[in-house]
């Protein structure tokens, strides 16, 4: 698989039901219902719209000491990161939702396990139901991964995330209508991504600044690849306890309510539609939940 704006974005996400661990027993109901219940009861349409991933200001924080060793690809030596202390109470869970552009320019949802052809036009949309950070990591066949999300050219970098804020990626307000949707072209394959939404930042992860001066002074080793230890953390996370409920239907346009809360950086409300794909970790206490997404392009 082949996609003009992951070249020229970086920001590739995909979907698929390719998920390493489905282990629950917990009904259907029950964890669509515990992912929904932590959604505020409505939408304030009115209120003014925010930035995404903007780090809110707020009492109730601790602060996590940075280890790394200053290096360009490292986040500064000694930085403060605050994290919101009532999320240590809720388990990490993501939705996520593939939309695939119809012939009348629609955003329609479409099914994770569909296997696209050239020409074909997705999106995706990704829910968490906690502050926190998200990482994304591409890797194809046996080549080295590299971090895709965050980017420096998107919110300069940084990389924190607010419960339910829906975050939509290629942006529909992309300027270029190249850039909304990832596009299929070249040769079949399967391209694999590790969406990472942790408590906590990575430590040696660049984010904010240190991503924009290091990718700005290496622009031949931008995307930025993890090291060694980052990767095994990545990878250790994906044999995690999960708790997983997929969508049977699909076809249904994107709601009114999902283009508010998406483009205006607002959090979706109960009676918003489900995400197709909801993950949740198992265990309250875990600090990173790894889902691993593969995009099938026959």
Not at 116 to 126: E, K, M, P, Q, S
Not at 287 to 297: C, G, R
């Amino acid at each position: 698989m082949r996609s003009k704006p992951f070249t020229i974005l970086l920001s590739l996400f995909a979907l698929s039901c390719g998920i390493f661990v489905v282990t629950a027993q917990e009904p259907n109901d029950e964890v669509r219902g515990a992912f929904i219940s932590t959604r505020p009861k409505t939408m304030n349409t009115g209120a003014p719209a925010r930035r995404r991933r903007t780090r809110p200001a707020t009492s109730a924080s601790v602060t996590v000491k940075s280890t790394s060793t200053g290096a360009a690809n490292a986040n500064r030596l000694g930085e403060t990161k605050s994290v919101v202390v009532s999320n240590a109470a809720k388990a990490i869970g993501l939705g996520y939702t593939l939309f695939m552009r119809d012939a009348n320019g629609r955003s329609v949802r479409t099914e994770p396990t569909r296997e696209f052809r050239n020409g074909d036009r997705v999106r995706i949309a990704l829910e968490p139901s906690v502050d926190g950070y998200l990482y994304v990591f591409h890797s194809e066949g046996d080549g080295a991964p590299e971090m895709i999300y965050p980017d420096p050219r998107l919110d300069s970098g940084e990389n924190w995330i607010e419960a339910h804020v829906p975050i939509e990626v290629p942006s529909s307000e992309e300027m270029d209508e190249r850039l909304r949707w990832f596009t299929f072209y070249g040769n079949p394959g399967i391209e694999r991504l590790y969406v990472v939404v942790t408590r906590e930042p990575i430590p040696t992860v660049p984010v904010g600044n240190d991503l924009v001066s290091f990718c700005a002074a290496n622009k031949d080793k931008c995307p930025w690849r993890p090291l060694p230890e980052v990767w095994l953390r990545v990878q250790g996370a994906t044999k995690a306890e999960v708790k997983v409920v997929a969508a049977k239907s699909f076809g249904q346009p994107q709601s009114e309510k999902e283009q508010i809360a998406t483009t205006r950086g607002l959090g979706l409300d109960q009676s918003a539609p489900a995400p197709s794909v909801i993950r949740m970790s198992a265990s309250t206490n875990a600090p990173i939940l790894v889902t691993v997404l593969d995009l099938i392009h026959k």
